[in-house]
């Protein structure tokens, strides 16, 4: 067994050095109301330790006298994956660390450790071997979904040289298809110079960054970098507000090394676009809504303004008690994954087995889904407080937290994606 440990840069290396500590990100995670074991500076304290035994001369010499050591048994690491993937990467605890230090970040490099050995959850390293091996090519079923789609979208399919390329990943037609047709009814609408991929990019890409696979995941970045360029559209958008929209816009480049001939837009952007340019005109709906900041689309993206703008025009706006960088995680996204409902839709749309291989993970999933469940929780309360009757938001995870929430904490609320709102205000 010989863990491989993460590279790091200035900005780790600070994460790794600064934390004092103090507790203030505590009651910012979705997993402390479940077990304060899984507060952000405990998940970050056990990659610490880790890299401790690399990075520090204090380390190197002392060990565990000063908090430096590495695994020795397979139990140990069993007991770290479960650490590692109570997380949804919200960033709320990096937003409320007065050093700022993203404990998210650290647990991304615990999997990333963890992936060395081959320890991950089943579900995610199937569902991220799938999406970089381009396996979902050769699935007649999957191939037939596309196709219906397309048929059904009505709308231009690999044009060169188009001003907007909609983004649509497997996932975007599985999860919110509604939500893509009428992306499409909007774009024909105010008359965009638009096309789409001529075949699914991806599963909901990068999948392999969420199992800590970080060759995975220059590779499919690659891959959708590279279908992209040859389009050579101005703005690739995408409706997904979850990790999908912060990789392309922020991480792509890192990744890669270098700039692109397009800039990123999350589909809310675009649309508030189309208002300041007098291109979309929308009637006012006779309800009131709750906006739902996506963690990756608001906190990490600073996509504040836009949504809102839109939903101000057409519905009466209620705000979260807990909103912007305050917002309170669903806790869904990457985590949904992991949850027994989550896995077996996808398994059986994708016809791929993802059951998890080994009693010890099992236990970790089932524990898992009950931590997910009291994350939600916290959602449902302030949803609750806010009187809103229909929430909207634009991450697909985060909607099926809240329609589960609803069931589970007796929270009469409808949850729905915000292209759909605008398409019914529509003039």
């Known amino acids: 067994m010989q863990l491989a440990v993460p590279k790091l840069n200035s900005v780790t290396l600070h994460y790794l050095e600064s934390c004092v500590g103090c507790g203030t990100c505590e009651h910012s995670c979705p997993f402390f109301y479940f077990d304060p074991k ?26 565990p006298l000063v908090g430096a050591k590495m695994p020795k048994t397979q139990e140990e690491l069993w007991e770290l994956l479960d650490y590692a993937y109570k997380c949804t990467n919200c960033g709320h605890c990096y937003a409320t660390c007065t050093y700022g230090i993203d404990s998210g970040a650290m647990v991304r490099l615990l999997r990333q450790t963890l992936y060395t050995v081959g320890l991950a959850p089943t579900v995610l390293k199937r569902l991220a071997e799938f999406e970089t091996k381009k396996l979902y090519l050769g699935q007649t079923e999957l191939r037939k979904m596309w196709e219906d789609f397309l048929k059904v979208a009505e709308a231009p399919v690999g044009k060169k040289g188009a001003n907007v390329l909609l983004f649509i990943s497997l996932g975007d037609v599985i999860f ?26 991806g599963i909901r890409p990068p999948i392999a960054d969420v199992v800590g696979d970080v060759s995975g995941t220059k590779e499919v970045v690659a891959d959708v970098v590279s279908y992209i360029e040859s389009l050579s559209p101005k703005v690739v958008v995408t409706i997904d507000g979850g990790y999908v929209y912060s990789y392309l816009r922020f991480e792509a480049t890192n990744i890669l090394k270098k700039k692109f001939s397009f800039k990123v837009l999350h589909i809310t952007e675009l649309l508030y676009e189309y208002i300041l340019q007098g291109r979309l005109k929308l009637k006012r709906l006779n309800t009131s809504v709750a906006w739902h900041d996506p963690c990756q ?4 993206g600073g996509v504040f303004k836009e949504p809102r703008e839109l939903l101000k025009r057409i519905v009466d706006l209620k705000e979260l008690p807990h909103n912007k960088m305050d917002t309170v995680c669903s806790g869904g996204c990457e985590v949904a994954y992991l949850t027994k409902d989550v896995y077996s839709q996808l398994s059986q749309i994708l016809g791929i087995n993802l059951d998890p291989a080994d009693e010890r993970e099992k236990k970790i999933l089932e524990t898992t889904e009950e931590a997910y469940r009291v994350g939600i929780r916290r959602k449902m309360e302030d949803i609750k407080k806010s009187g809103a009757r229909l929430v909207v938001t634009a991450c697909p995870m985060s909607i099926n937290a809240i329609r589960l929430g609803g069931k589970l ?3 009469d609320v409808e949850v729905e994606d915000i292209v759909n709102l605008v398409a019914k205000a529509l003039e």
Not at 176 to 201: C, Q, W, Y
Not at 297 to 300: A, F, S, T, V, Y
């Open 38 to 63: 899984y507060g952000p500076a405990e998940k970050a304290e056990l990659i610490r330790q880790i890299l401790r035994t690399r990075y520090t001369v204090a380390g190197r010499l002392l060990g």
């Open 176 to 201: 919110s298809k509604d939500a893509l047709l009428n992306t499409i009814k909007i774009l024909k609408r105010v008359g965009e110079d638009f096309t789409l991929p001529e075949r699914p990019l």
């Open 297 to 300: 689309l608001g906190r990490r």
């Open 409 to 411: 904490y007796g929270v």
